[in-house]
Structures are given as C-alpha cells and as structure tokens.
C-alpha cells in the first residue's frame, strides 16, 4: 500500500476490505473460499478486530456472508442473483444512458474518451482486470449524469456486486479488442444523440454481458437455487 495522502485518508479497515476486492476479482481468492480472522490478521499484520471491521465492510457490499458459528465466506452467487442483476441493470442504465444524453456537454464527452482511451491502452495490453475496472469507470460516470439522485445512488451500492459478476467475462468475449469495442460503441452511442441507439447499444451490451455470465454459469460453479 503505498502512503501518498488520499490512500491515508481511509481507514486501515477500509484499505484491507479494498485489498481483498481486488484479491477475489484477481481470483487469488475464490469465490465460496472461507475467511480465516486469526490468518488474515497474521498476513496483514493488524488486529483481528481490524479485520472484523473490514469484513463487515465487504459484508455490507454483501461480497462476504457470515454464517452462524461457521464463520465468514466469499459470496458465492446464484443463478438467481445474476438474473436479477440482468433486470435491474437493464432497467436503471438503459433509462440513466437516455437521460444522460440531455446533460452531456463536450467536458462530459472528453473525459469519457479518456476512459475509452485507457480501455484501447488496456485491451492492447489484454489486461481484463483493467478493462474491467475501466468499464465500472465508464457505465458509473454516464449513470452520474441521469440527473437522478436515486438512480445513482442505487447503482452506486451494485458496484462491487456488479464488478464480482464481471471477473469471469475474459472467457467468453473473443478478445479484449472486442470488448473495448462495445464500450467505443456506447460512446458513439452516446454522442449521437439518438435515444433509440443509445437504448439498444446499452441493452445490447447488457444482454451478452450478463447472459454470457449466466448461460455458462455452471462453468464458473455458480449454484442453482
């Protein structure tokens, strides 16, 4: 971790529950994997109540469950769980995108070429994390301007869930190339005004995101319920 004064402005808590996000979306972690108090306190050097605050952090973002004199596990998500992620992402961004075209203004339209522009940098390097990380960057800043506090505050707290359903994508889309490609579409998209495009690019993308995730779920030892 390094020490510059915005990382230090957070928590120890918080920093550790940071590190182990991007552990189980690195898959050093596994998914259902059991969190050990005492281990993790050891690795880290800290208290184990520091690391009970840090797994309640991720609890909240309902990344972890605590079960009952079993002790404390990575979220191992359901079939269900994914398709009502399909529903509610489909539902808030394809609504957020259409609004957003009324508010967005050439800063808005520069700063998401930035983010496409890092995405070509990344997918070049076929880093997926990175793409990753990058499309919660790009869908996060055009659902900030829907204009509706709600709506963003809502798809603020699906995030981390959100970014967990997208760690096993790299194994269904052909290459990296083609999934910055959709997101240079949604740009173009975006630009064009056109809300019917819009609505179809993002329901499109949400579409085979997310149904790719779930049609080989099985693969990824997702559970039925």
Same mark, same amino acid.
Request: aromatic share 14%; hydrophobic share 35%.
């Given at each position: 971790?390094?020490?510059?004064? $915005?990382i230090m402005q957070k928590p120890l808590s918080e920093l550790i529950a940071d590190e182990l996000k991007q552990? #189980?979306?690195n898959e050093e972690i596994q998914l259902g994997e059991r969190l050990l108090e005492t281990d993790l306190a050891e690795s880290y050097d800290v208290s184990r109540s520091t690391i009970r605050e840090a797994l309640k952090i991720l609890e909240s973002e309902e990344l972890v469950v605590s079960q009952a004199?079993?002790?404390?596990?990575? $979220?191992?998500? %359901?079939? /269900?769980d994914i398709n009502e992620m399909i529903e509610l992402r489909t539902l808030l961004e394809s609504h957020a995108? %259409? /609004?957003? @075209?009324?508010?967005l203004e050439s800063h808005h339209t520069k700063d998401l070429e930035a983010i496409v522009d890092e995405m070509k940098q990344k997918a070049d390097e076929k880093d997926w994390n990175g793409l990753f990380d990058l499309d919660m960057k790009f869908h996060s800043y055009v659902v900030g301007l829907c204009g509706n506090t709600r709506i963003i505050? #809502?798809?603020?707290?699906?995030?981390? /869930? @959100?970014r967990t359903f997208l760690m096993h994508l790299d194994r269904y889309y052909s290459s %990296? /190339?083609?999934?910055?490609?959709?997101?240079?579409?949604?740009l173009e998209a975006l630009v064009s005004n056109d809300v019917h495009i819009v609505n179809d690019r993002v329901r499109e993308h949400i579409e085979y995101v997310e149904t790719k995730l779930l049609g080989q779920s099985s693969d990824i030892e997702f559970k039925e319920v």
């Open positions: 971790m390094q020490p510059n004064s $915005a552990k #189980i979306w004199r079993k002790g404390t596990y990575v $979220a191992d998500f %359901t079939n /269900q995108f %259409t /609004q957003a @075209i009324n508010r505050k #809502i798809y603020d707290s699906l995030q981390v /869930q @959100i %990296t /190339q083609a999934f910055y490609n959709e997101h240079k579409q949604l």
